[in-house]
């Protein structure tokens, strides 16, 4: 088994399919053998989390090593679906990194008190995107870099 | 371009040299990496704001007892990762020279530092001397308090004590949102604790204090610049030391430092600051409602 197999993959939680794409730069830029898994809504990211619906085999949808969770998501928004995280005992760990358009105080305070590792204002680019995978896995977050 | 070529008065010599910095209290090994009559370029650990007046020792072997000293004062930082100084590190113009054994070591120190564009010639004058750039001027004696220029001595400003506190800030990096714990401010540095990431040393950064907190102060923002980082594993959180320019922090620091101190005065039943550990990574209180309508975002 290789090591790009064994690893888990970043999940990202975002409506837009330019940020997708951006997501999908970024991660090469950092060099990461980490898998993207997108999902576009708060409650399609609840059923993956937890492995339910289409997402309960976790043989091919395991879960995550890092979250990305825009703020402003149909169905659920961001801040519930990590306060979903953080309640559930299976997943109350994983690093989330929330993202948004807002400059507010309150929404930034809000995203640390539930626990986000960082918070990042859009819009993203693959550098600055870069910036935050690299300044995560000083943290040990589980990314992997190139197969040596 | 332009601000570069006017810095740049005279012809940069290449030159590695071994240097002690004094700061304030601090002290710390140096190397230069080019020089010039108006200045020097130095790497070190320690990176003293802009407007520092700093001292640079010529140690002899391992001792700096009755060495050559050069005085000056800090003019600019440079990030790493410039095409120009892609270590970065801290531009110094230069203002004098104190040897307390006559000219001639520091006419070799010159000779060492500017190779064939130091002066040739200086006036010999037994004993303690003072070499005054960049006309390399020399007087008898260490002159060690007076300024090249000035004609009066200069007063140094009482030194303003730091104000310890706790207080939530965001620290903006790059396009990242940090909070964290402001611990300690004074005119030259601040103290921030609790970071959930590590940024990097020499990065501009800036600090806002959120609203509500501070009367006088909210929403405000100033600049700051990374100058060293502590991470500990336990936690995995980071404590970064932050350098202050008062005059380019877009704030008056010392208002904010008086609105610290109030604000500390009367709320006696804080936490020592010694005692307070951010506490982001752990799990969080449940919050009573986090339903938000999507047009706020």
Redesign the interface.
């Known amino acids: 088994m290789t090591k790009q197999q064994l690893a888990p993959p970043i999940l990202v939680v975002e409506d837009s399919p330019d940020d997708c794409t951006i997501f999908e730069d970024a991660v090469r830029m950092a060099r990461l053998t980490n898998p993207i898994r997108f999902v576009e809504d708060g409650a399609e990211a609840v059923e993956y989390l937890c492995g339910e619906g289409d997402y309960a085999d976790r043989s091919l949808h395991p879960i995550p090593a890092l979250i990305f969770l825009d703020?402003?998501?149909?169905k659920l928004?961001g801040?519930?679906v990590?306060?979903k995280i953080?309640?559930n005992p299976d997943i109350?760990g994983l690093p989330v990194v929330m993202l948004?358009?807002?400059n507010?105080?309150e929404?930034?305070?809000?995203s640390?008190?539930?626990?986000?590792?960082?918070?990042?204002?859009?819009p993203?680019?693959p550098e600055?995107l870069t910036?935050?995978i690299q300044?995560?896995q000083?943290?040990?977050v589980q990314l992997l870099g190139p197969p040596t | 371009m332009g601000m570069d070529q006017d810095r740049r008065r005279a012809p940069r010599i290449p030159k590695l040299m071994r240097f002690v910095l004094l700061w304030k209290r601090v002290e710390e090994g140096a190397f230069s990496t080019d020089a010039s009559r108006y200045g020097i370029f130095l790497r070190s650990a320690v990176m003293p704001p802009v407007g520092s007046p700093i001292t640079l020792l010529v140690p002899d072997g391992d001792s700096t007892d009755n060495c050559v000293r050069l005085y000056g004062t800090v003019t600019r930082h440079v990030r790493r990762g410039d095409p120009m100084n892609p270590l970065g590190g801290i531009g110094i113009e230069l203002e004098r020279i104190s040897s307390p054994d006559g000219v001639e070591p520091v006419r070799r120190l010159l000779v060492s530092l500017l190779s064939n564009t130091a002066p040739t010639e200086m006036t010999n004058i037994p004993g303690p001397v003072t070499v005054f750039l960049p006309d390399f001027r020399v007087e008898g004696g260490l002159d060690e308090e007076t300024s090249t220029n000035a004609t009066a001595p200069v007063t140094p400003e009482p030194r303003v004590e730091p104000v310890k506190t706790s207080f939530t800030v965001f620290c903006k990096w790059r396009n990242m949102i940090i909070q964290a714990e402001l611990c300690s401010l004074s005119m030259e540095q601040t103290i921030l604790k609790g970071l959930t990431v590590r940024p990097m040393v020499g990065d501009p950064v800036h600090i806002r204090i959120l609203s509500h907190q501070l009367q006088g102060f909210d929403g405000t923002q100033f600049a700051a610049s990374i100058d060293q980082i502590s991470y500990d594993g336990l936690t995995d959180q980071s404590t970064v030391s932050l350098a202050l320019d008062p005059g380019a922090a877009g704030i008056d620091i010392r208002r904010l430092m008086d609105a610290l101190r109030a604000r500390e005065e009367t709320a006696p039943e804080a936490e020592p600051v010694d005692t307070l550990v951010q506490t982001t990574a752990e799990m969080p209180p449940p919050l009573p409602d986090v339903s938000k309508g999507q047009d706020d975002d």
Do not use: A
């Open positions: 703020i402003n998501l149909p928004n801040l519930e990590l306060q953080r309640t109350m948004t358009v807002s507010s105080d929404d930034v305070l809000r640390y008190e539930l626990g986000t590792v960082v918070f990042i204002q859009k993203v680019t600055n910036s935050v300044s995560l000083q943290f040990e």
